[in-house]
């Protein structure tokens, strides 16, 4: 009997000790429940907006992905019907969900929603846009662009320029001013934004221009005639064939990029049919070899080895994404959360190609101290920025390379095959408060073996 007593003890306090992982595991398989997102759209005059197109998509917080599939990470669209109403189902994996609302001639609207049952109800409110008169600033806004109607200059986080005609006149990243740009003489014919990135298009598509408002102050110009950037003598600039590199006095720098051979002449760069504008590193000082790292990455996105580069920041506990896409078969899906990144990429191409994921310092604390996994298999590091910058060459090998900087990392990741995979990067580090409560855990479940025990002992005393 006292034997019996001792085992039956040491049952219960195993199963008092091990309950929050019992616990979570049954939580985990009851959130993974059917929902319906529904609602309706309307214009600012109380008007029901048909054909808008409702894009949802998962939110990444605290859920545990390790037994998550694809499936959780997709995104689902529709929609809206005549009467402006919506309607989606969906398995609800996450907590929470961002809901993305476009039409041509309105402005986007974006909102979250907490699933708290089986269905939730979101209205969006969609405001026109009105095309400026011809013979003023053409001014754009999209993602969190400010725009001075009177002046024609567009403010975003990071981008910010003023557009007349086929010119682009003070582009600026960070309130650094860096170049007046010319490449045609024709209005635009169309102007149209998903998210953070913007797309001009001139007559007959004479020429288009795509800019994105991030850190890398991506800028692509496709046109029919001469492509002119003019800077100031603030930056140094050299040539080599068709790559221009650009720095200044306090470590800034940046390329031009095409697939022709580039022209300089008197701090005027001229290109012929197509180039790329893009800061290296996050516009960041990097405390790697950035003048080493800038230039290769630069010359393997002209070689074809880079298929994207993503950039992603915290503002004040949103995680927000811009992936630009230089090899068009090619598609990331990115999500974050404190100390995670999450990114499903996919591509018809069956070329190796590279990854860049620049971050900034709040994503990861402990920079040095990742763990990076491909479809849930933990990668190894590559040998040096030579090694991941060329996919191929480790066979069917996915490797990664870390550069640090002072406020951010770059982190890249080079995929031999493509077709649809999840990469996770995962900091080793734990936060503060998720450490407390383990051990305000562990500290109760200690208590009640100990109390457990000794009731167990009092009872074989008497």
Request: glycine residues 6%.
């Amino acid at each position: 009997m006292v034997r019996d007593r001792k085992v039956t003890i040491l049952v219960v306090s195993l199963l008092i000790l091990f309950s929050p992982v019992v616990l979570a595991t049954f939580a985990c398989a009851a959130d993974v429940q059917s929902i319906t997102i529904s609602g309706k759209v309307f214009d600012s005059d109380g008007n029901p907006v048909a054909y808008a197109t409702v894009t949802v998509k998962g939110v990444l917080q605290s859920e545990d992905l390790s037994e998550l599939g694809l499936e959780a990470f997709k995104s689902y669209t529709t929609t809206t019907s005549l009467d402006g109403s919506y309607q989606l189902q969906l398995k609800a994996y996450f907590s929470m969900y961002m809901i993305t609302v476009s039409k041509d001639g309105y402005k986007p609207a974006t909102d979250t929603v907490t699933v708290t049952g089986d269905s939730v109800t979101k209205d969006f409110s969609l405001e026109r846009e009105t095309p400026p008169p011809a013979d003023v600033w053409i001014y754009a806004q999209f993602g969190k662009f400010d725009v001075n109607r009177n002046t024609g200059e567009i403010t975003g986080d990071y981008v910010s320029f003023r557009i007349q005609n086929g010119s682009i006149l003070s582009y600026s990243v960070k309130d650094r001013v860096l170049f007046d740009v010319i490449y045609s003489n024709a209005l635009f014919e169309s102007i149209k934004s998903s998210g953070s990135e913007l797309i001009i298009t001139g007559p007959g598509e004479s020429y288009e221009v795509v800019v994105h408002d991030n850190p890398t102050g991506y800028l692509k110009i496709l046109s029919g005639n001469d492509i002119i950037f003019s800077f100031s003598n603030e930056y140094s600039l050299t040539l080599d064939k068709n790559l221009v590199n650009i720095s200044s006095a306090d470590n800034f720098s940046a390329s031009i990029l095409s697939t022709n051979d580039l022209e300089l002449e008197n701090s005027v760069v001229t290109a012929k049919g197509n180039m790329l504008f893009r800061i290296t590193g996050l516009a960041r000082e990097f405390e790697s070899d950035l003048a080493e790292a800038r230039e290769l990455i630069d010359k393997a996105i002209l070689e074809g080895k880079v298929g994207a580069e993503t950039s992603i920041r915290n503002e004040s506990g949103v995680y927000e994404d811009d992936s630009m896409i230089y090899d068009s078969s090619i598609s990331i899906d990115v999500n974050a959360s404190p100390s995670e990144i999450l990114l499903v990429v996919d591509g018809k191409n069956t070329q190796g190609k590279t990854i860049v994921i620049n971050t900034d310092k709040s994503i990861f604390k402990n920079l040095d101290k990742i763990n990076i996994t491909y479809d849930n298999k933990p990668i190894d590091m590559a040998d040096d920025i030579f090694d991941v910058l060329d996919p191929t060459d480790d066979g069917s090998n996915v490797e990664y390379g870390l550069f640090l900087g002072k406020n951010g990392a770059q982190i890249l990741v080079s995929i031999p095959h493509f077709s649809k995979h999840v990469i996770r990067i995962l900091s080793f580090s734990i936060e503060p408060e998720i450490l407390m409560q383990y051990v305000a855990i562990a500290i109760f479940c200690g208590v009640i073996v100990i109390v457990m025990a000794s009731f167990g002992m009092f009872r074989k005393t008497y």
